[in-house]
């Protein structure tokens, strides 16, 4: 089954472009909230990780969309496949061509320890310019 969560920071944006992505991709199960990434406090987040099991796919929009803290999307990511769920992101690349399945595990992972940084990256300097 297909999950999907989306996240936006502050109750003042929108949640409706990830939402209609996921009504495109007919998810019909969505777990959405309005709350900063900045850690893992956040009951939908937590709704949605007990709710997953076995061969679920859980889809995120953008790899930021689940958290903006290296540490907390390692184990976000963890807790997702300790499940027996797989994690599709939406805006990252997918490897379908690659046969080799160790290399496509090693180019993913690759990919995402990037895009972890970034955001981790991106929270920071949002937090300098905030204040």
């Known amino acids: 089954m297909q999950i999907g ?3 936006v920071s502050s109750t003042d944006q929108n949640l409706d472009r990830q939402l209609k992505q ?3 991709l007919g998810i019909k199960k969505i777990f959405a909230e309005k709350i900063s990434g900045k850690d893992r406090s956040r009951p939908k987040l937590r709704e949605m990780l007990q709710y997953i099991h076995d061969d679920d796919e859980v889809v ?3 790899l930021d969309r689940l ?3 290296s540490q907390d999307l390692t184990t976000i990511i963890e807790e ?3 499940k027996g769920a797989v994690i ?3 805006d990252l690349p997918t490897f379908d061509g690659v046969q ?3 290399l496509k595990a090693l180019l993913s992972n690759l990919v995402m320890e990037i895009y972890k940084y ?5 929270r920071k300097k949002n937090k300098i310019t905030a204040t």
């Open 118 to 122: 970034t955001a981790e990256e991106e």
């Open 100 to 102: 080799d399945k160790n």
């Open 88 to 90: 599709n992101i939406l």
């Open 5 to 7: 969560y989306a996240r």
């Open 60 to 62: 995120v929009t953008s």
């Open 22 to 24: 996921f009504e495109g």
């Open 80 to 82: 997702i496949r300790s």
């Open 67 to 69: 958290g903006r803290n």
